[in-house]
C-alpha cells in the first residue's frame, strides 16, 4: 500500500523560472496539505485542499504561490518566479478525512527545492 | 496564536543513554499532541499521540505525557539506539492545521 508520494525529490531552478511540486496523496484520501520547512525552521502550514476544492489557503504566500488538487490526479503546488528565499522543503500530508481531534496526517518524503 | 517550543539539537547521545526532548506550547483551547519522527531522506511519521490531559502517547519505548499544567509534552525514552538517530518533531492539531515546532536532530552513537 503505498505511501505519499512526492515528486520531484530534488528540484533544482534559477530565479524568475516556474517550480511545479507534486503530491499523489495515500489511496482512499482525498485531503491534502501542503507545508514548508525553511532552514533552520520548523514545518509551516502553507494550504489544505480537498479534491477541487481549496479549504483553508491562510498560509500561502499572497503572490506567486498557487495550489489545485484536481478531480484526477495529484495534487499540485505552483511557485511562479521563484526566488533564492523560495528554498526550502515542500512537504505533503494526506488524510482520510477532515483533520478533527487526533486525525493522522500521512506525509510524504518532501520535495527539496533549490535556487540558484 | 498557537505554537510550539522544541528544545533545540542536535543532541547526541551514547547508546543505551536516555533520552529527553523538550516540548512546551502555547494553544486556545485543548489541542492533541503529537510527536513525529524523520529518518534521513524520508517524510515524517507519526510517532505517538495525545489527546487530552494526562493521556500517555507511547511507542518504541518512546513515551510523552500531555501536562496542561505545565503546557508540556516532553519525549523520553528510557535507553536509545543507534536506530533512533532521526528528527524529531513535536506538533499540535488545533482546527484545521498542525503548528509544529522547529525538530530536533538526534545522533545516538555506538
Known amino acids: 500500500n503505498a505511501g505519499v508520494m512526492q515528486n520531484p525529490r530534488h528540484l533544482v531552478r534559477r530565479r524568475g523560472q516556474e517550480a511545479r511540486l507534486r503530491c499523489s496523496p495515500m489511496k482512499g484520501h482525498s485531503h491534502v496539505y501542503w507545508y514548508r520547512q525553511l532552514p533552520e525552521e520548523g514545518l509551516k502550514f502553507m494550504v489544505y485542499?480537498?479534491?477541487?476544492?481549496?479549504?483553508?489557503e491562510s498560509g500561502m504566500p499572497k503572490e506567486r504561490f498557487s495550489a489545485e488538487f484536481p478531480k484526477e490526479g495529484p495534487s499540485i503546488l505552483r511557485i511562479q518566479q521563484v526566488v533564492r528565499g523560495d528554498s526550502a522543503a515542500y512537504f505533503c500530508?494526506?488524510?482520510?478525512?477532515?483533520?478533527?481531534?487526533?486525525?493522522?496526517?500521512?506525509f510524504g518524503p518532501g520535495t527539496r527545492l533549490l535556487v540558484l | 496564536g498557537d505554537s510550539v517550543t522544541q528544545m533545540e539539537g542536535p543532541v547526541t547521545l551514547s547508546e543505551e543513554a536516555f533520552l529527553t526532548i523538550n516540548c512546551t506550547y502555547t494553544?486556545?483551547?485543548?489541542?492533541?499532541l503529537f510527536w513525529y519522527v524523520q529518518y534521513p531522506g524520508e517524510g515524517l511519521q507519526l510517532l505517538l499521540k495525545?489527546?487530552?490531559?494526562?493521556d500517555k502517547g507511547s511507542n518504541k519505548g518512546f513515551e510523552a505525557t500531555y501536562r496542561k499544567e505545565t503546557t508540556s509534552f516532553h519525549l523520553e525514552k528510557g535507553s536509545v539506539q543507534v536506530s533512533d538517530s532521526a528528527v524529531y518533531f513535536c506538533?499540535?492539531?488545533?482546527?484545521?492545521?498542525?503548528?509544529f515546532g522547529t525538530g530536533t536532530s538526534l545522533t545516538v552513537i555506538p
Open positions: 506538533a499540535l492539531e488545533a482546527g484545521n492545521q498542525f503548528y
Open positions: 500530508a494526506s488524510s482520510k478525512n477532515r483533520l478533527a481531534g487526533a486525525e493522522t496526517q500521512y
Open positions: 485542499l480537498q479534491k477541487e476544492n481549496i479549504i483553508d
Open positions: 495525545a489527546t487530552k490531559a494526562d
Open positions: 494553544a486556545t483551547g485543548y489541542p492533541s
